[in-house]
């Protein structure tokens, strides 16, 4: 098939100095992408963030593999600027449950947290108790690299971090659920207090933190309404 492209990609110049290789791809047939379709859009349907987890452990390479999946996000400049920082120590999750607490205590109980976001919260339910942190067999905290820190003490900007952050973390969270954990994203903020207790480097900072395990049997979520499709999808078929 003739190609509808004017300019190739790679450019004969830009191969001859940087190495590329075909994309492996398959192409489905169309009732095979309809039916991964529906088995995504539902699988990703029955997610729930979870507030009691069970002390259940849960093995180390199972952590892993979502760390893996979550690390093949696309990032600026592909500068992959995260750090999953895991911990299963009684000692450093009991720390971080007490300093998450303090942290919450004065968002909640001290109007940290302004009257609308209470308000937005209420249904919820969330207050300063953050028992699950001690509780769930696994913490994992994303930390996004602020900027790269090389082993030769030199430094390079990263693109788009957060936004590349973001990305790998949905990535981490689809991943624990398909595995069949549970998680909830927490952010009990402000969390600097996660980079002295893990002990990471200054162009590290918390980005989110994830508390992760089976739920506790038995365990009740809000009951809450997802938007329709109609209220998050709009398509545009002409200039606005
Ligand atoms: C960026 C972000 C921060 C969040 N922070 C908290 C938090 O600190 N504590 C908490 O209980 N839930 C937190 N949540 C979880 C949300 O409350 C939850 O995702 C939302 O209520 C929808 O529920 P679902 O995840 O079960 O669909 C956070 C979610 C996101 C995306």
Known sequence: MESPYEHPYPSPELESEHPFIEYAFERLAGDEMLRRARDFRDGSERRRSIRLFSPDPVPRQLIELAVEAASTAPSGAHKQPWTFVGTRDPEVKAAIRAAAEEEERVNYLENRMNADWLEALE???????????????????????????????????????????????????????????????????????????????????????????????????????RKSLDEVFVEVDRLG
């Open 123 to 225: 249904p919820l339910g969330t207050d300063h108790h953050k028992e699950f942190l001690e509780v769930a067999p696994w913490i994992v905290v994303l930390f996004e690299q602020r900027f790269e820190q090389r082993s030769d003490g030199t430094t390079r900007r990263n693109y788009y971090v957060k936004e590349s952050t973001g990305i790998a973390a949905g990535m981490f969270i689809t991943a624990i659920h398909r595995m069949g954990l549970a998680t909830l994203t927490h952010t009990p903020s402000p969390m600097g207090f996660l980079r002295n207790l893990l002990g990471r480097p200054d162009n590290e900072r918390p980005f989110v933190m994830f508390p992760i395990g089976f739920p506790l049997e038995g365990t009740r979520v809000p009951d809450l309404r």
